[in-house]
């Protein structure tokens, strides 16, 4: 007989036994789809959202500019060099920007902050967290104008409002210190604390007047991407142009350190739990795939005895424990499909627990508890639970080919 055949009617026949063990594989998928999924998704969530807060999927700035950012550091000939990025497969936005400290003052109040120029031809919510997170006013149409975009913290704390006058003190290339009035335009409400309490968005034309900058000059060139599992790639394509001669090129990961160390750890607790649940599904599979085996010994001895060899023996086993895994596998996505439906497309909402600030490592995160599996999780998940189960009946298949059949024969 076909040995899957038989294999086939021999998980069967402990059909209780058989559906227990494949619902525990069924479950097991669909913990790691979620604990997969869920990565997935808020990691990705989590990097497009760091990207769009001003440095980019890739940061191109000038050498030395991470250990010491300073604005006497800056690029020249910046917007032909933004060009040419812009026309790379893969990039979705390129946009100059000059981001540095300040100090801002109204009539009432002074605090410190941190701006970013942008020339709001090339700036979007799509690409601008801040732009996204306007709830009052509108962002400056100008790039040489008098306009100013700030956090709504900030603004309670210097007490303005749409319209009011703010002026931002500086220091341009030559260390010298440099002033500039502003009107508020908008502001903005994030959600992170820190990014509403001291962040604002001036002009670019405007800043590099003020600046001493050349109309060309900029600190930094944010490369948004459409994927961000690609960011490595993109770096070095950028890198490699004639116009990157002499600047620094990097990703998110450098340009944002602390957001690049909790994902990392956070990746670490989902692999242990990823391991944990594989551990579960093996151990279940190996318990049935035993038991199995040590019941059947005399007829496998019967079987050993009318020619079958142990390695044909060794086989059958190995094949039941295929189907296992082949039904385990179909029950899981059976199990998991409404389910992963509902992350993707619902969710979850966690927001109480998060409180008023939405962030995690200085990063917005979606209160929102969803998933989303690239394909190659899914290859993943279903190549992993599928070599668990097949490692699983190694040693039930050695035990079963290992029984002398005259041993096997005297078991009753």
Known sequence: MNLHKLAWRNIWRRKRRTLITAFSIGFGVMLSVTFTGSGDYT???????GASMGMGHVTVEPIGYQLKPTLDKRLTAAGRLRARIAGIDGV?????????????????????????????????????????????????NDGDGLGIVIGSKLAQRLQVTIGKKIVYTTTDVSGEIVSNIARVSGIFTTGIDMVDGIMVLLPIGSVQKTLNYARDEATVIAVIIRDQRHAEGMRDAIAALPEAAGVAVVTWKQSQPDLAGVIAFDK??????????GLLIAVGILNTMLMSVLERTREFGVMMAIGMAPGTLFRLIMVESFWLAVVGLLLGIIITAPWY?????????????????????????DPVFKARLFKESVMAILGGVFMLSLLAGLYPAWRAGRIPPVESLKTI
């Open 268 to 277: 670490a607790g989902n692999y242990i739990s990823q391991f944990l649940v």
């Open 92 to 140: 979705s936005d390129a946009t100059l920007r000059i981001t540095g400290q300040a100090m801002f003052a109204s009539a009432r109040q002074s605090v410190g902050g941190g701006f970013i120029a942008v020339d709001p031809a090339f700036e979007t919510p799509g690409n601008n967290l801040l732009l996204r997170s306007l709830v009052e006013g509108a962002m400056f």
């Open 341 to 365: 439906y509902f992350l993707y497309h619902t969710g979850i909402d966690f927001s109480s627990a998060f409180g008023t600030d939405f962030s995690y490592g200085g990063v917005l995160v």
């Open 43 to 49: 990691y990705t969530n989590m990097i497009d959202t």
